[in-house]
């Protein structure tokens, strides 16, 4: 069969995408303070949807107050969100695309007059960012770890509650994961650094963990292939993730 962009894909899970067009996650900067969905937020997102695409991917959107980045970003960090996320879904599912929502901690790039807590991170290391000069973050504890767990998979329930189809980890563009996948900013000693397999270690379980508690809802990951900077990620370590987190036993 001759396929291209037009043609329908079926996910493993019977969902079927009408063409394979795909918006990626795109900050907005619509959401009110408090990361509530606002009569903007849903606009973009028609607008979004009247575009044909296949799939529509919703912008980053926190998961804890701590891992926020920015004063109009979308929240996922609370129940309260479910009903404007759920709204947003379905003026997607009104133009018969599916709807994905992204997921962040920003870990070290979060804003601390936003969060008003210290930064968390893998190690005590500033995040490199091009032309600024960003707080050095607290390494975290394994406490912290889980909870960074923990929340990453309730909002992935809150995206289940609020009828998305998909949810995407967003584990690049120098975010809270990618700082634990990337040898520069993640120095850790124990099971979550040194190699790939450790500084992977804590995507592969939230990644695990919300397949195992929402087996419903289309997983992905957005990974950063490479950080671009010497002694940064390499692609074969993340082609080794890819190989670990496995897709195509999923999608
Ligand atoms: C205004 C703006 C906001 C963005 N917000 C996000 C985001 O929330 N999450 C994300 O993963 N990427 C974000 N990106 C990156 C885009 O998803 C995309 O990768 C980028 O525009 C490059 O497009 P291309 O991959 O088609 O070249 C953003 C890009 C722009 C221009």
């Not at 291209?4 to 990626?24: D, S, W």
């Not at 997102?45 to 701590?66: D, M, P, W």
């Not at 870990?107 to 707080?135: C, F, H, N, W, Y």
């Amino acid at each position: 069969m001759f396929i291209n962009r037009h043609t329908p894909y079926r996910f493993k899970n019977g969902l079927i995408m009408k063409n394979r067009v795909i918006v990626p996650p795109m900050a907005s900067q619509t959401a009110d303070e408090g990361g509530f969905v606002t009569t903007r937020t849903l606009e973009h997102y028609r607008r979004l949807g009247r575009s044909n695409a296949g799939l529509v991917f919703v912008e980053y959107s926190y998961i804890h107050q701590t891992g926020k980045g920015e004063a109009h970003q979308l929240g996922a960090d609370s129940d309260a969100h479910i009903p404007g996320l759920k709204q947003i879904a379905s003026v997607i599912h009104q133009s018969s695309a599916i709807a994905g929502l992204q997921l962040v901690h920003v870990g070290g790039k979060a804003s601390t007059d936003l969060t008003r807590s210290p930064l968390m991170g893998p190690s005590a290391i500033a995040v490199p960012v091009k032309g600024q000069e960003p707080e050095t973050p607290r390494p975290m504890t394994e406490d912290q770890i889980q909870s960074w767990i923990e929340w990453f998979v309730k909002a992935a329930g809150r995206a289940v509650s609020a009828d998305f189809d998909f949810v995407e980890l967003h584990s690049a563009h120098g975010y809270g994961l990618n700082q634990w996948l990337s040898p520069l900013t993640n120095k850790r000693t124990d099971p979550f650094g040194g190699s790939i397999e450790g500084r992977s270690r804590l995507l592969l379980r939230i990644a695990a963990e919300i397949r195992a508690t929402y087996p419903s809802i289309l997983l992905s990951v957005r990974l950063p292939a490479q950080d671009h900077l010497d002694g940064g990620l390499t692609v074969d370590e993340m082609a080794w993730v890819v190989l670990n987190l496995n897709p195509l036993a999923w999608i």
